[in-house]
């Protein structure tokens, strides 16, 4: 973080994304792409095409519509609510977060599951790993009889693997990693296979679905069209990756039928048009609160002059305090507490008025009272 301006940072990685919300004084947008290329491996022309930046008002309204459920592939998607949970979690387990994110992640929070609570939004939604699961029958007669394979161990592999231990369909799961296929079947469901087996295998796969983060073609081309060259049937395939991991000229092989996150989604779209009216109720409070996080927000950002002009004026208190009972050579402990009570008394009198003045200027955007204040008590800004 402190390569890139930042004092303060989340992370939320969701089954199609991975989000940074960060907090700092300087913060360097050309500097957070370098160091988060750097971290997670990737070239920096990898966010040429794939990364969006919201800031201020704009990142509060987005964070809201994310707890809320309005700003995920699935409508009303209950699983968002819970990775942004683990993710405030994590950041203050890692100490990464403050005062500032700690405060607008608790309040995104709260207004989500208002929204959940007042509007029912989550009642009735479609996961994409249960409507996947549901295109799948569909396409297939019989999938239980099916030979199925699932490549992927994350969140959208999870929602798919539930989905088909409900329908009481049997199926292997792999990932790079064979230790965490076998975690992922004891926790979730599957039969753990290895990655290298599973991918010299295709030809007896029947239904296919895709559920990685994998920056790159995990299903290539060469690998299908060899499997179909020996094999009778054909195969099923869902892509629910993002970005996608299955090479699109796959499509075009005979025998092949697939479907990507897109085309799934859009399946799922239309489940939701017959609760617009649900939405429209989620959209409403969203925005009369959003005025109430923006007031938040700038009151948490002037805290820490409050807190600092205080405590210099504390300090200068103290000195003074000092002074004034060597001189009066006082060692009786009651009448020196008497008088440092009486100290902090008028200094609070003095400062509470124009402190609280200085909070509400901020909640209300007074920008030029806020200056003014740092001016007069020279306070500097964190580096």
Known sequence: MTHSGLQECVI??????????GFGDNADIEKIKKTWASV?????????????????TEAYLHLLNLTSGLDSLVVGEEQILGQV?????????????????????????????RVRRSTGISRGSVSIGSMAVKLAEENIDDLKSKHVMLIGTGEAASLVAKSLKKRGVDFFVTSRTFERSQAFAETV????IKFEEAMVNFK???VLFVATIAPYFLVTYERVKNAMESSKNGILIMDLSNPRTVDERVATIKKIKMMNLDQIAEMVDKNMRTRIGVVSSAEKIINEELPVVEAVMKRVEVEPIVNSVFKEIDQARLKELKKALQMLEETDEQ????????????????MST????????????????????????NYKTRE
Do not use: H, W, Y
Not at 12 to 21: A, W
Not at 87 to 98: C, I, K, P, Q, T
């Open 12 to 21: 939320l990685q969701t089954c199609n994304r991975v989000e940074l919300f």
């Open 40 to 56: 997670a491996g990737l070239e920096e022309s990898a966010f040429k095409e794939n990364l969006e930046i919201s800031q201020g």
């Open 85 to 113: 949970k683990e993710s405030m979690n994590s950041a203050r387990e890692l100490r990464v977060s403050g005062n500032n994110l700690n405060t607008l992640f608790e309040k995104a929070i709260r207004v989500g599951t």
């Open 189 to 192: 469901a599957g039969k753990p």
């Open 204 to 206: 007896s796969v029947d």
């Open 335 to 350: 009448k020196i507490r008497i008088i440092d009570q009486l100290t902090q008394a008028i200094v609070e009198d003095i």
């Open 354 to 377: 124009p402190m609280n003045n200085l909070r509400k200027a901020s909640e209300q955007g007074d920008s030029e009272i806020l200056r003014t204040v740092i001016k007069l008590f």
